[in-house]
């Protein structure tokens, strides 16, 4: 089983979710036969997070994340990213389970 684990961003500042979307990816992928990941946006003010690659998720913090790179502007938490439409056009449907970890956001509005 697959399950993919959406936030518009993934960083401390960001508060709970983000604890919380690792521990989860974290521990489901113990469990035989699941495959968790998580699919984020990486803001251009996010330097210190992995590059953002389109072809592969990439190990942050022990969970496999896909990072990708958020537009050219940006409403409060609400970052557009043409890359995260592109992305879960051809990706969502890989996944058994979709867990939305953000009510009102652009990813959240996307995977939906």
Not at 23 to 39: C, F, S, T, Y
Not at 87 to 112: E, K, N, Q
Request: charged share 20%; aromatic share 10%.
């Amino acid at each position: 089983m697959k399950i993919l684990h959406a936030l518009p961003r993934l960083d401390a500042e960001a508060g709970g979710p983000t604890g919380v979307a690792i521990g989860l990816v974290e521990a489901l992928n113990r469990i035989p036969d699941i495959q968790a990941e998580i699919v984020t946006v990486r803001g251009r003010d996010h330097d210190r997070l992995p590059l953002p690659f389109f072809d592969h998720s990439t190990i942050h913090e022990g969970v496999p994340v896909w990072f990708l790179p958020a537009g050219n502007w940006r409403v409060r938490s609400f970052t557009p990213s043409l890359a995260y439409v592109k992305w879960a056009r051809t990706h969502v449907r890989d996944y058994d389970i979709i867990h939305i970890h953000y009510l009102f956001s652009f990813t959240t509005l996307v995977t939906g």
